[in-house]
């Protein structure tokens, strides 16, 4: 992922700040192409018209369907799925006439390729686009072409899957249009034609898919169960994730998570570094901000070398189940370094909000057993050997707002990395863990921002967002060089 800097002009740093790059403008991920059929007054207004139809639909279809979309686009059980000739119609390819939401998925390899664009100007009803699950583009006007550039992060070496959502409730049934509008441009006039065989598959109501586990049967992120049999204090049966729509922000929301679970998210063997790190998303202990503050935190470990795990841990209001979630994490991946090619002494936690107070908690609490021991893994030890802490919430809960008193901290304590915002409204946290961690002589590094605010993971746009990665990259790879 690119990272842009601006410059930090009145950044606080204690203990440790440098900083070698030189500030660049943020560049937008995705762009989008239009065309106008004339100049006259009256197709003027009739596009003002459908632009803002467009816009107002698209908003509603971020905050509902955009999480069922990235579960969809990398849905990858072919059994589930469909063949058909794109381009095409229902009635030329013999499917009966439909009225719903259809989606349409193609497999391309791709190798050493930075640049590329998708044009499906020849998907009539065309509503979402998503590359590798990630959405990158929305285009509700049926008669407009539909370019959308793919941000250079998110193209791999080897198989990409282009998803494409279709909403088809206006002509009866369609995708037709010239195949040549049906194509992967790559740049220097070269390109690769989308037309030909691909998979379908009718789309589901939201009840179902909102009870669907996350991302299900993908091979590129293998889920890792914690609990085998009864999840400890739990008194819910195990059942699959739910996700919560979001009104804004481009996130994914989970609640009600019975079954604790990670997500594995492993780099190229040629950058693997043999350490791992499991991401925490935050959410107050109610939800798991998990694509925000998961997902796109793992793929960015990714690309430093570090095997990542976003832990789905046990919200709403489960803090002790919480704890024991993490307790447990800990152990499974140290019993598996071997399979997962790592280091069991190189293995961090980082959290975000209320990510970063259970990552605080496991830090400070490792000597103490959270649950009774099920198997040899809970002989394993769960103490983290570097802890990250961005804008982590509730360090703060001791008389006159001093540290939180279930946090033990001695020199037994990880070396922890720690960065907020003075404008945050949980800043003080940080502040006050910082000056526990430097009391009790545990090395911390902390990186305190005047502005930023709160929630904004890694996402460009944000001062605080654009300079944590960096700074927090430099510090994991000095310590798990030490």
């Not at 992922?1 to 606080?12: T, V």
């Not at 030890?381 to 703060?396: E, N």
Request: proline fraction near 7%.
């Amino acid at each position: 992922m690119r990272l842009n800097l601006n410059p930090l002009i009145g950044f606080l740093s204690i203990l440790t700040f440098s900083l070698g790059c030189q500030p660049q403008q943020p560049e937008s991920d995705t762009k989008m192409s239009s065309s106008k059929n004339d100049n006259s007054s009256m197709s003027k207004i009739f596009d003002a018209f459908w632009e803002k139809w467009t816009e107002e639909i698209q908003e509603k279809d971020r905050g509902l369907n955009d999480p069922l979309g990235s579960w969809a686009s990398l849905d990858l059980d072919d059994s589930a799925w469909g063949t058909m000739e794109l381009p095409n119609n229902w009635e030329d390819a013999g499917l009966p006439d439909l009225d719903g939401i259809v989606w349409f998925r193609k497999e391309v390899n791709l190798s050493d390729i930075s640049e590329a664009t998708v044009n499906l100007s020849a998907v009539d009803d065309a509503d979402s686009t998503y590359f590798n699950g990630i959405p990158i583009g929305s285009n509700l006007v049926w008669d407009r072409p539909r370019t959308y550039v793919v941000p250079e992060h998110i193209i791999k070496n080897g198989k990409n899957i282009i998803t494409v959502r279709v909403h088809d409730n206006i002509r009866g049934g369609g995708i037709w249009g010239d195949p040549n509008l049906l194509r992967l441009d790559l740049g220097n006039n070269k390109s690769i034609s989308l037309a030909g065989e691909w998979k379908y598959k009718i789309g589901l109501d939201f009840k179902e898919m909102t009870t669907q586990p996350f991302i299900p049967n993908n091979p590129n992120y293998p889920t890792t169960f914690l609990w085998p049999d009864e999840v400890p204090g739990e008194n819910e049966a195990k059942h699959a994730p739910v996700i919560q729509p979001v009104t804004a922000g481009n996130d994914i929301w989970l609640t009600d998570v019975t079954n604790p679970a990670l997500i594995v998210f492993e780099p190229e063997a040629s950058v693997n570094n043999g350490a791992g790190v499991i991401v925490c998303p935050g959410g107050s202990y109610n939800i798991l901000a998990i694509k925000n503050e998961g997902y796109e935190i793992a793929e960015w470990l990714n690309q430093l070398g570090f095997t990542a795990f976003v832990l789905q841990y046990r919200v709403p209001d489960k803090r002790a189940g919480a704890l024991n979630d993490i307790q447990r994490a800990i152990r499974i991946v140290r019993s598996k370094a071997d399979i997962w090619k790592l280091e069991p002494d190189k293995l961090g936690i980082i959290g975000f909000s209320a990510g970063g107070s259970l990552c605080a908690r496991a830090s400070t609490l490792f000597s103490k057993d959270s649950y009774t021991k099920i198997d040899h893994i809970d002989t394993l030890s769960c103490r983290p050997d570097f802890t990250l802490l961005i804008y982590p919430a509730y360090l703060d809960r001791g008389v006159n707002r001093s540290l939180t008193p279930e946090l033990s901290i001695d020199t037994n304590t990880p070396p922890m990395f720690i960065f907020a915002t003075a404008d945050d409204r949980v800043g003080n946290s940080s502040l006050v863990m910082t000056t526990a961690l430097r009391d009790a002589k545990v090395p911390v590094e902390l990186h305190f921002l005047p502005s930023g605010g709160h929630g904004y993971g890694l996402r460009p746009g944000n001062i605080a967002g654009e300079t944590w990665p960096n700074l927090a990259e430099r510090w994991m790879k000095k310590i798990i060089a030490d």
